[in-house]
């Protein structure tokens, strides 16, 4: 596609559910990200994917949070057991390069609230 | 440890006033520095980056920012202000690193009085 999509936009979940996020990155882009932007904050660092080898997982915040992109294209970030302070929205964004600091293609994000 | 400080939570100016945005960095190495816009529910939109060369960096919709390393600062600024600039900006450095990864500051909201 033209851009980065994610799905669902909204999310509401009740607490301790599970939830998947979807990123659909630009055909081809071989760099793919995953951020969390809490209320009145900056993005923050979750993952970080070449193709299909997770390189960095250095920001997720807990062993509750794990992402994939088994054929170096789709990605979803799963959270187990949502607690409320994983209410934000989750921003993925890709890029063409290894060397991304060319900069990234972000989409809407997906906004998740746990109630 | 790289950290980005952005000073102004909030900002308001008039239509075809000028803008300065206040960005300063924390890091060892030459940064490579980033500012992006976001507006409600959308995504971060790519302004203008600055790897090295020219400190004084162009952008998309008429912003410009400048690199000074002895203030540690890259500041976004446009001389006329219309009303879709509204929205927040981000300032970010990258690492340059095997990851990649982007810091960004908090963010400074901008609103645009006619």
């Known amino acids: 596609g033209a851009g980065v999509s994610q799905s669902p936009r909204y999310k509401v979940a009740k607490r301790g559910q599970d939830v998947a996020l979807r990123c659909d990155p630009i055909?081809?882009?071989?760099?793919l990200f995953w951020y969390q932007q809490a209320l009145g904050q900056g993005p923050e660092f979750l993952t970080y994917?070449?193709?299909?080898?997770?390189?960095?997982k250095s920001g997720l915040p807990s062993d509750r949070f794990f992402a994939e992109r088994p054929e170096g294209s789709v990605s979803t970030l799963k959270i187990q057991r949502t607690q409320q302070e994983d209410s934000a929205v989750y921003l993925c964004a890709s890029s063409s390069r290894t060397q991304a600091n060319y900069g990234y293609t972000f989409g809407s994000g997906t906004r998740l609230t746990v109630v | 440890a790289q950290s980005v400080t952005q000073p102004d939570i909030h900002i308001t100016v008039s239509e075809g006033a000028s803008l300065e945005l206040r960005c300063n960095y924390s890091y060892g190495a030459t940064p490579y520095l980033f500012w992006y816009v976001q507006s409600p529910g959308q995504g971060l939109q790519l302004l203008l980056k600055?790897?090295?060369?020219?400190?004084l960096v162009q952008g998309i919709k008429g912003f410009e920012a400048e690199f000074k390393r002895s203030q540690s600062s890259f500041n976004l600024r446009k001389p006329s202000v219309h009303w879709s600039d509204a929205a927040e900006y981000f300032c970010a450095v990258g690492n340059g690193g095997a990851t990649n990864k982007l810091i960004f500051g908090t963010g400074t909201l901008l609103a645009v009085q006619p």
């Open positions: 600055y790897f090295s060369g020219d400190t």
């Open positions: 994917f070449q193709n299909e080898a997770q390189l960095d």
């Open positions: 055909s081809g882009h071989v760099s």
